[in-house]
């Protein structure tokens, strides 16, 4: 028997990122079965509570768990590849790579996704969707991450293996097969989405089916929206509306639904997401070469923002790094013209980070924010270094200068899957043995 009250983890003495997105110090935290029990100041908490796991906290800052909202796991293995590429690197590079893939290879390039986001703080994410995504399930519950996953849907497109492509009534069993196998698998870490993997690849009838198969089931619904020019001229050409006015118009839209990317938006279309409650996930660092999203117009309207990365392909698994790029992109697109400094603060961009994936995954009331009663979804920054302290300001110093190397521990769903920078759930060496190797084999059956 304890003499005193007992819980699972004890986190002491740490600096905390508050629900205002505030530090305060001196602070420490308890968690026991899954959940956050309890914040308070160190003094008080270490004379009422004893751990199975105590962490000393000194010199690191405590923050909710990264959210990556929009991420590609198969293409872990097509890192490099298509950076200072012409287009259009989809048909010519991506679409051949995806169609090699084969189970083993998308197990593979999950594992060393997981691997990579652990390392790098994030603790969910959000997938675009794939193929063999069983394979996917298995990685992330054996990684200890939380994740949404979906099926690659297409069924149409005269670039598109036929191999890629299926009909409508097969996309939404293939789907709905996956929902029923791992929705809620890890004790609710694991969530089953549909998705559109773009509408100038889905028909009509397929947006409609998955739309209304999502609604049925009561889960989400993830897609690439306004990323390219010729996504929003196919929609013109075909529809005579762009495309947020043409899922509009077949009755699609809703507060279950994530638009990744959300670059080339006019402003009817911006209304248009504000009033059907819309998720927006930029990726800043794939975006970059594409154009600039209109974030200030929407944070006016007080649209749900996250941040992903976009896979490997584009960029590392780090949303430290995307922060960081994401800033500079605002301050030198939008804040220089009108001399805006404030243009897009440090503080809006963590929000974004965090909370914001929250809100994209549907989960705000369990995820985002460190308060009693959340998920003990978390990492621990070392923030003792001097690339970070001394500071005038954290919440900015942790967007300017932090990296994934300072990561040092990571809880997920109330359980360590890593601590002082070693991963606890996955074998780091056996996964990058295998990672090379399939990789060299790949580039010979996608020609690449």
Not at 194 to 204: A, D, G, M, V, Y
Not at 217 to 229: A, F, K, R
Request: proline letters at 3%; glycine letters at 8%.
């Amino acid at each position: 028997m304890c003499s005193m009250k007992c819980a699972d983890i004890l986190i002491k003495n740490c600096s905390l990122l508050t629900p205002e997105f505030e530090v305060i110090s001196d602070q420490s935290v308890v968690i026991k079965e899954k959940k956050i029990l309890e914040i308070g100041d160190e003094s008080t908490i270490s004379k009422i509570y004893t751990a199975d796991e105590a962490i000393n906290g000194k010199g690191k800052l405590l923050i909710p768990g990264f959210i990556d909202a929009h991420t590609h796991i198969c293409q872990q293995l097509l890192r490099g590849r298509i950076t200072d590429e012409y287009p259009m690197i989809w048909t010519r590079i991506m679409v051949p790579f995806e169609s090699s893939l084969s189970e083993e290879d998308v197990f593979i390039s999950s594992q060393l996704s997981c691997l990579e986001m652990i390392k790098s703080g994030t603790t969910a994410f959000i997938d675009a969707g794939g193929r063999y995504m069983h394979q996917v399930a298995r990685s992330v519950l054996e990684s200890g991450l939380r994740g949404v996953i979906t099926c690659s849907t297409m069924d149409r497109g005269g670039n598109i293996p036929e191999s890629m492509k299926s009909s409508a009534a097969d996309n939404i069993r293939r789907n709905e097969s996956l929902f029923n196998d791992f929705h809620g698998a890890g004790e609710g870490r694991l969530d089953v989405w549909f998705s559109l993997r773009s509408i100038i690849t889905c028909s009509p009838e397929l947006i409609q089916d998955v739309f209304e198969k999502a609604r049925e089931l009561g889960t989400g619904v993830h897609s690439h929206m306004n990323e390219y020019p010729n996504e929003v001229s196919y929609c013109l050409e075909n529809f005579q509306k762009r495309p947020f006015e043409f899922l509009e118009s077949l009755g699609a839209l809703g507060s279950n639904f994530l638009g990744a990317h959300g670059i080339l938006l006019s402003e009817n279309e911006m209304d248009i997401i504000k009033n059907y409650d819309v998720k927006i996930a930029h990726c800043p660092i794939s975006n970059s070469g594409k154009g600039f999203t209109k974030t200030p117009s929407l944070i006016n309207r007080e649209v749900g923002i996250s941040l992903g990365t976009d896979g490997a392909g584009h960029s590392s698994l780090s949303l430290i790094d995307q922060m960081k790029v994401f800033k500079s992109l605002m301050k030198v697109y939008w804040g220089m013209p009108v001399f805006d400094p404030m243009v897009m603060p440090s503080r809006t961009i963590l929000e974004m980070a965090t909370l914001g994936g929250a809100k994209s995954m549907l989960r705000e009331d369990q995820l985002g924010t460190l308060e009693v009663g959340k998920k003990a979804d978390m990492v621990l920054i070392n923030i003792d270094k001097p690339h970070i302290q001394p500071t005038h300001n954290l919440i900015n110093t942790l967007v300017e200068s932090v990296n994934s190397g300072d990561i040092s521990d990571v809880i997920v769903d109330g359980k360590m899957i890593m601590k002082s920078r070693e991963v606890l759930t996955l074998d780091e060496e056996k996964i990058r043995y295998e990672s090379k190797s399939a990789f060299e084999g790949l580039k010979t059956k996608a020609n690449i």
